[in-house]
């Protein structure tokens, strides 16, 4: 007997979907049925995405946000749901790194990764958390059928790397930001988890594992490989779906073993 996980019906929010993994994941769930709501700066690379995934029969929308302004979240929240209807899947990809020592990290530097990975990351969430719980509360119109948040961290937030301990400490933050909300909101039937991805080939750092020093991390990895944006499709989807109610507050790394 085949198994399966229909979306139908929802909406999912993912910011950062201008490429690389925020625009895996908008395929994948549009895929799964849901209509998908594409958020980021950069939306002409927004429009391209939306219209590939509407030539494939989705259904996807655009909104401009920039995380690291808490009147652009509301403003872009508020138009998604608006557009669109309830948010009822988040997905809190957005996300910045620097390369440096501690030692040299600036406080552009640091505001920079900081403001985007844990100050934007945290005010998503609350933002279309505060609405989610509305909902459940009987206080906003909208059927409630149980809220799905999925904080996007990383295996740098559980094992320290060398280089990018800014990012390291950002993403343990949304680790533990993750548990937080889960704590406080699982009782109104908001799921909030977290995936850890190890070493992905995107876009942004595709070259780099051509280069010498890239093929000697990928030896220094436990199968000698880096990921695909489309490993990380079959946990974001249970997830996401009303069958993993009993997940909540996990937080699961998706790293090939890197980390263990």
């Not at 309830?86 to 040299?104: A, E, F, H, M, Y």
């Not at 998503?124 to 999925?150: C, H, N, Y």
């Amino acid at each position: 007997m085949a198994y399966s996980i229909d979306l139908s019906g929802r909406v999912a929010f993912i910011t950062g979907a201008s490429g690389g993994l925020g625009a895996q994941f908008a395929r994948t769930l549009s895929q799964a049925g849901a209509a998908v709501v594409l958020a980021s700066r950069r939306v002409e690379k927004l429009k391209d995405l939306r219209a590939e995934i509407e030539g494939a029969g989705g259904d996807a929308h655009v909104v401009e946000l920039d995380v690291t302004d808490v009147d652009s979240i509301k403003a872009a929240v508020a138009r998604a749901e608006t557009e669109v209807g309830s948010i009822d899947i988040l997905i809190n990809n957005s996300g910045v790194s620097t390369t440096q020592r501690l030692v040299d990290v600036t406080e552009a530097d640091y505001d920079y990764v900081l403001d985007t990975n844990t100050k934007g990351a945290f005010f998503v969430a609350q933002e279309v958390g505060k609405r989610m719980l509305a909902r459940a509360k009987g206080a906003a119109p909208g059927t409630f059928t149980g809220g799905r948040i999925v904080n996007i961290a990383s295996m740098a937030g559980l094992k320290v790397l060398p280089q990018i301990g800014i990012y390291c400490m950002s993403k343990a933050a949304v680790v533990h930001m993750t548990k937080a909300m889960a704590v406080e909101w699982g009782k109104f039937g908001i799921n909030v988890n977290a995936i850890c991805p190890g070493y992905i080939d995107t876009e942004i750092n595709h070259h780099h594992w051509q280069t010498e020093q890239g093929q000697k991390l990928i030896n220094m990895l436990p199968r000698k490989r880096v990921g695909q944006p489309q490993d990380l499709d079959t946990v974001l989807v249970m997830l996401c779906s009303n069958e993993s109610h009993f997940i909540n507050g996990a937080v699961i790394a998706a790293d090939d073993g890197f980390g263990t």
